[in-house]
Structure formats: C-alpha cells, structure tokens
Nanobody, 125 residues
C-alpha cells in the first residue's frame, strides 16, 4: 500500500525557518510531480510549490525567494525548506504526488493526485 508521510511541522516565530519532508512508501517504481500545498483556516487549499522528477520547480508567488522545494528520487522524498516565515504562512501543509507507479503483486498500477495527511505549521510570536 502506498503512503505519503509528512513530518517537520511545528511552531516557529516570524522570520524563522522550518523544514518539512514527505516520504512516499510502498512498492514504488516511479513518481511524476511531487509538491506541497497548504490550507489555512477558512481558506481553500492552495499550491505552495511543485517539483518534477527532473528537478524543475514551480512556486506560488507568495513564497518565491523564501521557500525551496527539493527532492531525493532515490528516497521518494520531497522536502520544503521554509525561511523568513510570516504569520500568513500558518496553515496545514499537505504533500501531494502525481502519477505514482507502484507494484501490486506483479502488476504495475498508478495512483494520481495522492495526498499525505498534512502537518501543521504555525508562525506566531
């Protein structure tokens, strides 16, 4: 069974830094795009950043220059390094993976738009 497990959330002061990680587990042989999204209370879930298997990245304007997304394909893990955090960054951060290829017995299967359980990031003094 495929799982995405996030870690690294917590409480940080404005201007501080925090790192998130998301590890995919299961009999995985490929993952296309991995990314981070966030949802603040009362707001819709929004894109934070995405990264392809080849390392191409895309960022929301609100986090450009402050957040860095990276990926270790050998570990099926995506990271988000956040710096100069602001109170507006407070949200539940979700990892998402597109087109996960995995083995179900001897058969190849694919999962699309697969989400992790989320991790809380709170920026407050």
């Amino acid at each position: 069974q495929v799982q995405l497990v996030e870690s690294g959330g917590g409480l940080v002061q404005p201007g501080g830094s925090l790192g998130l990680s998301c590890a995919a587990s299961g009999s995985i042989f490929s993952i296309d795009i991995m990314g981070w999204y966030r949802q603040a209370p009362g707001k819709q879930r929004e894109l934070v950043a995405t990264i392809t298997g080849g390392g191409s990245t895309n960022y929301a304007d609100s986090v450009k220059g402050r957040f860095i997304i990276s990926r270790d394909n050998a570990k099926d893990t995506v990271y988000l390094q956040m710096s100069n955090l602001k109170p507006d960054d407070t949200a539940v951060y979700y990892c998402k993976a597109n087109n996960i290829g995995y083995y179900l017995g001897a058969m190849r299967r694919y999962l699309n738009d697969y989400w992790g359980q989320g991790t809380q990031v709170t920026v407050s003094s």
